[in-house]
């Protein structure tokens, strides 16, 4: 049965040199007072030094988020500490280097001090594709030796590229090519846990925990059970305690039998619910938000890229939306009142509604179904989804895209790899010049101050995307708001010049390399360059025939 602990006690029971589990996204099932207690242990002690941390999904904030005010105050009272960008796994950092030896994770932008670390070779850091590491828990849990996929062929992971290895001090062979019934896969093979480090929202005394107020139904269960079955221990913290044998058993999502230790937060603000919420309950399936309550996108350069991103609609379909700019395309579908036509996805889960942007990416206001992200990198790594929209980070000739490093920035894959490599069309989205100054309206566009960073490159510096092994029929469209590309026999085609534009002095002479032009160039459809568009439907019944 459970033990009940402080925060404090927690922090003892992990030892020197252990590998540490975490599940979640963003805030949501991070352990932010456990974290804390464990970051103080060390800057008193020195201990715990040197863990492996493992995770799946980013975690922590990018210094964004609401109900500022109220945190601040319970700082001051003595409650947890944060401000912005500060919560979430850079809580492991906050005390210098040495606390956290090797981290191997998805995403890895948002933890800044361990970025830091990271960049100064100060500690191991290692990415691999979000859905390998989600479900590579399943394995372990199950006694597997590891996950067999074809995911990351051709890709940084592969360990013919890199590796997934992010830095110089990054020595270990985390991922092997291997030949299965005379095809090419990629082996990641498991490993031993020794600490799980989850959060839920509530438990009762038996250990039992309940995600009720979570947004994402996390990983936890899968983390938890390879924990134990490999001999470690579990270690969950919670906004709320229940009596024993009172809480719905279908809402217990890690059984108490695979708990050890619960803590109950003694500060509820250390249990986000998401980067941006302390807690939405339109998140969480509490209520049902009208649509309206959404605010729509402003009228830039960055609409009329997702106004272009959901002209590929058709109805039916099952569309993932990455972070950044891809999120916003939900807001301009449900400006445009097809919501209800479509369904819209996110890899920790959401299923239908409306999936947010940052600062609460992960999290969808009103969705029809949460399911857990190991069940969607299902769905996802069997090509469930029939269209998905990704940022750009930089792209070259061969249609190769990287928004995992660039150049000092580490930021990882994310499920961008998973994703990418298995849905039948494939849109990458972002301006096609940084920093630039542009004008958009009236149906047309015009750039008023060019750009200081080239999106549009000879050659990556990593490769996120790799174009060389887009699958066999796969479409895979490019869209800014100057120009959309297509991928074209392995070459870089441009397909489309936005209305008021030259090609050459606004397009081509932009880029470090000149695309191949389409016999057939088209005109970007004017109506996207207005304030108002209502032209959507139109494009969605034609895509539907």
Known sequence: MAKFITAQAAAELIPDGATVGIAGMGMSGWAEEIACAIRDRYAETGHPKGIHLKQGSAIGDWGYGNNFIGWNRSKREGGPDT???????????EAGPGLVGKWTSAHIGSAFTLCDQARANQLESYCLPQGVIINLWREIGAGRPGLLTKTGLGTFVDPRVEGGRMNECAKDELVKVVEFNGEEYLFYPGFKVDVALLRGTIADENGNISFSHESVINEGFAVANATKNTGGIVIVQVEYLAKAETLNPKDIKIPGVLVDYVVQARDP????????DYWEPAFSGQIRKPLKEIEPLPFDERKVICRRCAMELKRGDLINLGVGMPADVAKVVAEEGLIDQLTMSTESGMVGGVPSALPSFGSAYNPEAIITPNEMFDLISGGGLDMTCLGIGEVDRFGNNNVSRMGKRLTGPGGFIDISSTTQT????????GKAKVK???????????????????QVGQIT???????????VLYITERAVFQLIDGKMTLIELAPGLDLEKDVVSQMGFRPEISAEL?????????ETWGGLAAYVEANSK
């Open 83 to 93: 401000e912005h960008g500060s919560r979430g796994a850079t809580r492991l950092g």
């Open 269 to 276: 603000k250390s249990c986000w619910q998401a980067e941006g």
């Open 426 to 433: 494939v849109i990458f989205a972002g301006t096609l010049m």
């Open 440 to 458: 958009v309206g009236d149906g047309t566009i015009a750039v008023e101050q060019e750009g200081t960073i080239r999106k549009f490159v000879d």
């Open 465 to 475: 995307f790799s174009g060389q092994y887009a699958r066999p029929g796969q479409k």
């Open 522 to 530: 088209k005109t970007m459809d004017p109506g996207i360059f207005r």
